[in-house]
């Protein structure tokens, strides 16, 4: 097959022709094949069907054929062979487009071509994969028409469809009238009942089983695994007679699940011999726990072993990048899908949206949202997450129009995505419309993080009175989100009253959450109850509750920077300093910036609060970008909590008067500053901070796109 021009050339019999398309290694040469057998003349009627059933069965079943090709190859046949529906059928059950196959056997039914055992099966796993039991029905009486429903391959096919559509009792009849049942149809009942959550039925079956095989205990492992009983899997993966890669995968994948981290790496280094899975596994548990750099690490060393990455590989990869705001190592990751030629799927597809809107580039993830050429609810619904992280409220609100028109019913997590975008820009009338709509409009009763979200809305905006009585009016009892949105709101607008009764609430409910000692503490502060925010600190303490320390990220030539506030720890760490005080002293000098020290809520000395916002961590972030990137560059910093105002404040000013865009990802939106734009909200913002004196200089300079609401709530604390 080295010179396929040569060796037709030499070839006199048809035979060996129509033999040689059996042995193709890929497309180029079974087209070859193709043209030579379109050229022989007068081919007999056996030698037609034997060519289109061999060319067909290369492009449908092969993993370097082409279904499209395939499907050309049989409409030209006015009258396939059921050899070549079989094939077809076969390799359409197996590709995105399962319901092709579906489609498929319809039509040969509709023309009276007669299926076989062979076709039965591949038709069956259509379903299975489609999710379209209810059809299967159908197929299961033209089985038992067509007298196969003895065939153990069909038996099975069809326990595992009616068992993988929750249709349990269908699947136990089928599975009890096998009179000589192998091992095949027992793990097929066993994994229709494991995947239906029957853990104890399934047992049952497992115990009952005079041969088991690994599949059986496999199986068991991971049905426990899924359902997070660890003990009981773990059980069985020592009872084992013998392992394969799957046991220890299932054993892993149930540690991941139960987002235990230090088992999962014990088991991944135990293991005997892994597969992409054992590696994609332990990828996914890293980015679920928030280990993106040991995520990132291991993929170097998979690489190093020369493991293939698969679409799940890139998944968790890019779900690492997007948390830590790695835009380059994403831009990495999607050069190497299309090197590779990963098929971006509708998975992959919402993977690479999440990373680029995560990461800043929200127009990127536009584009790639618009490519996807299949856009399911979770892909609707990042896109539209993502305008709401940018502030695009509006944008969000359109695309939801369009997702309507496209057909794509919406789910909960839709209107939470919408209510946050209306949160973040204080669109109240069009939030409360919105959480209005989604029973009397769509069907979907709100739950407690939709009625938060509209609380956090109201609070924002000031409305307390009607924020506590949409709290009054939840049909469910509320819960700690609920109220701490009603916190954040007294703090933003300084109503003592109401926020220490719901501050001293909010902490007999969760006595270890950090964040609600904070924001009482410094509601105190705010109006200098120093002695009351001494005593929730001190509460905190003896509670052994420990403040979440604000860090902030920065990528730099593939590397992830992290500081703390007052971080010394840095390899550049003095640079870093002389950067910085360079940068404030041309700020303060030529600017006129004045340090907001009311965002430093400590009962210390002017000087310390000065200095205490001047090694705010992404103040630290932004002077290494300026020491590594170049003038033109973007810098993108990535922090685990809100930015304060004084922060806020200072990046807008630093980004006007060196002319750079800086671009910072909080713990619930984006800030992007550009130069040369004027901020069409200035004069509300004045209206907010009017006692600031920079502000006019603002006006002339750079600006960040916001609103009035969203200006007003900067975190206080860094």
């Known amino acids: 097959m080295n010179n396929i021009p040569n060796t037709i050339r030499y070839l006199s019999s048809k035979s060996l022709l129509l033999s040689l398309s059996k042995s193709c290694k890929n497309m180029g040469e079974l087209k070859q094949i193709h043209a030579q057998i379109i050229k022989e003349e007068n081919p007999s009627l056996c030698e037609v069907v034997f060519a289109a059933e061999s060319l067909i069965s290369f492009c449908a079943v092969s993993p370097n054929g082409s279904l499209d090709y395939a499907k050309v190859l049989f409409n030209q046949q006015p009258n396939p062979s059921i050899i070549s529906w079989n094939f077809l059928i076969r390799g359409l059950s197996t590709s995105k487009n399962r319901r092709e196959a579906i489609s498929l056997y319809q039509t040969m039914h509709s023309r009276g071509f007669q299926p076989n055992n062979f076709t039965f099966p591949f038709v069956i796993k259509a379903c299975t994969e489609s999710c379209m039991t209810s059809f299967g029905v159908l197929v299961h009486t033209h089985i038992i028409k067509n007298g196969l429903e003895a065939d153990s391959y069909i038996r099975c096919s069809l326990i595992h469809m009616y068992a993988n559509g929750k249709y349990l009792d269908a699947a136990k009849q089928l599975f009890d009238a096998c009179s000589d049942g192998d091992v095949v149809s027992w793990n097929a009942m066993i994994d229709g009942y494991a995947k239906c959550s029957k853990m104890d039925l399934a047992l049952s079956v497992f115990e009952q089983m005079v041969c088991r095989d690994v599949v059986s205990w496999n199986t068991m492992i991971n049905g426990y695994g899924t359902l997070g009983n660890i003990d009981e899997a773990k059980r069985l993966f020592d009872e084992m007679p013998e392992r394969n890669v799957v046991s220890w995968n299932s054993m892993l994948a149930g540690y991941v699940k139960c987002g235990d981290l230090g088992a999962a790496r014990g088991i991944f280094g135990m293991m005997p011999r892994r597969d992409v899975v054992s590696w994609n596994a332990m990828l996914a548990c890293y980015a679920q726990s928030g280990r993106s750099n040991d995520a990132l690490s291991l993929f170097d060393e998979m690489q190093a072993l020369g493991i293939k990455p698969t679409e799940a590989t890139m998944v968790s990869l890019l779900s690492a990048c997007a948390h830590l705001g790695a835009l380059d190592l994403g831009v990495r990751l999607h050069k190497y899908i299309n090197a590779n030629k990963i098929a971006i799927n509708t998975v992959l597809g919402t993977a690479l949206v999440d990373m680029y809107s995560r990461c800043g ?17 979770l892909a609707w619904n990042t896109i539209i997450a993502g305008m709401a992280m940018h502030g695009h409220a509006k944008k969000a609100l359109w695309l939801f129009k369009q997702m309507q028109a496209e057909d794509v019913v919406p789910d909960d997590m839709t209107f939470v995505a919408l209510l946050s975008s209306c949160s973040h820009v204080g669109m109240v009338e069009e939030g409360q419309r919105l959480l209005a709509s989604m029973s009397t409009t769509y069907g979907i009763e709100p739950k407690v993080e939709h009625y938060g979200c509209v609380i956090d809305l109201l609070a924002r905006a000031g409305l307390l009175e009607e924020a506590v009585r949409l709290i009054g009016a939840m049909p ?21 009253e109401v926020g220490e009764v719901v501050g001293k609430c909010l902490i007999d409910l969760q006595p270890h959450h950090s964040g609600r000692y904070v924001i009482l503490s410094n509601l105190y502060a705010a ?32 590397i992830v920077h992290q500081f703390v506030a007052s971080d010394q720890s840095h390899p550049e760490s003095d640079n870093i300093y002389k950067k910085l005080f360079e940068i404030s002293t041309q700020l303060k000098n030529i ?15 002017e000087e310390d609060k000065e200095h205490v916002l001047f090694v705010h961590s992404e103040r630290l972030a932004i002077a290494l970008g300026f020491i590594y990137l170049g003038p033109r560059d973007p810098i993108r910093v990535v922090k685990n909590l809100r930015v304060c105002r004084d922060c806020h404040t200072v990046t807008k000013l630093i980004s006007r008067f060196y002319g750079r865009e800086i671009i910072v990802r909080d713990r619930n939106r984006f800030h992007q500053f550009k130069d040369a734009h004027e901020c ?33 709530i900067e975190e206080v604390q860094c």
């Not at 002695?531 to 593939?558: F, Q, Y």
Request: hydrophobic residues 40%.
């Open 361 to 377: 580039s929200i127009s990127k993830a536009e584009q790639i949202f618009s490519a996807i050429e299949y856009r399911d609810v």
């Open 476 to 496: 469910m009892e509320t819960n700690a989100s609920a109220w701490g949105a009603l916190l954040g709101g007294c703090r933003i607008h300084g109503n003592i």
């Open 680 to 712: 069409p909200f200035l004069h509300e913002l004045e209206f907010f901070v009017g006692s600031m004196q920079m502000f006019p200089l603002l006006s002339r300079g750079s600006s960040e796109k916001h609103t009035r609401s969203t200006w007003a």
């Open 591 to 605: 600017l006129g910036y004045l340090p907001d020290t009311q965002q430093v809520l400590l009962d210390i000395e």
């Open 527 to 558: 109006a200098k109850r120093w002695d009351d925010a001494r005593k929730v600190r001190n509460l905190m303490r003896s509670n052994g509750v420990a403040k979440l320390p604000g860090v902030s990220m920065i990528e730099l030539k593939g």
